[in-house]
């Protein structure tokens, strides 16, 4: 199955500034999606990415799908307490996720 | 759009049990996995439920350990058989379909093994 690394693992950000969480992977991807998850809550859908370069934008929330298809990014700007949680990109096959490892943002107000 | 309901949403188990963990949506959908959390990590599929068949087992995830049900679109069932502390995790039921874009998952499972 497809295999999606995500970069970094960790993001300590101080309330105000920008961070971009990194998503790869070996193997072309039809599509990436992203999620969010909050402390002790479930997954829920961000966006998805399905063209070559694309990129699409969610008030402060950025998000990239590489021309190769073969990586993605998310960046936030102005980080706020809101966006405290882990976020996940994920490769999607026959309707089955590839999760990558997650980008877990605390943020220091 | 699909809500999910799972439950329960947490246990505390002895070792040695099962429990068994349900999931039910709120419309047909095509799909359902099972996905396992343990503290601090990503997402790992252990199975699809296939409707009026046996369930797709993932890698490392065999179906005496993990036994699934699917009776019909709406729901399943996810068993964790012979518990050990390796298995306190977070259990998610999650749904697709053709005409979801995205994947929703329900609230979750929280197990403890004692």
């Known amino acids: 199955g497809q295999q999606v690394m995500q970069i970094p693992q960790y993001q300590h950000v101080q309330e105000g500034e920008d961070f971009t969480t990194y998503c790869n992977s070996s193997t072309t991807l039809s599509n990436i999606q992203w999620y969010k998850q909050r402390p002790g809550g479930h997954p829920v859908f961000l966006i998805q990415l399905v063209k070559s370069g694309e990129v699409k934008k969610q008030k402060r929330l950025t998000f990239q799908f590489g021309e190769a298809k073969k990586n993605s990014s998310l960046h936030i700007t102005a980080t706020q307490t809101t966006d405290v949680g882990t976020y996940f990109c994920?490769?999607?096959?026959?309707?089955?996720?590839?999760f990558g490892a997650g980008t877990t943002v605390t943020v220091r107000a | 759009s699909a809500v999910i309901s799972q439950k329960p949403s947490r246990d505390i188990c002895q070792r040695g049990t099962s429990l068994t963990i349900q999931c039910q949506v709120d419309s047909q959908v095509t799909m359902m996995f099972w996905y396992r959390q343990q503290p601090g990590q990503s997402l790992t599929l252990i199975a699809t439920a296939n409707q009026g068949s046996e369930a797709t087992y993932e890698s490392g995830f065999v179906i005496d350990k993990f036994p699934i049900s699917r009776p019909n679109l709406t729901f399943s069932t996810l068993t964790v058989s012979n518990m050990s502390p390796e298995d306190s995790s977070i259990y998610l039921c999650?749904?697709?379909?053709?005409?979801?874009?995205?994947?929703?998952f329900g609230q979750g499972t929280r197990l403890t093994v004692v």
């Open positions: 994920a490769g999607r096959g026959d309707y089955k996720l590839s």
């Open positions: 999650s749904v697709g379909d053709r005409a979801l874009t995205e994947a929703f």
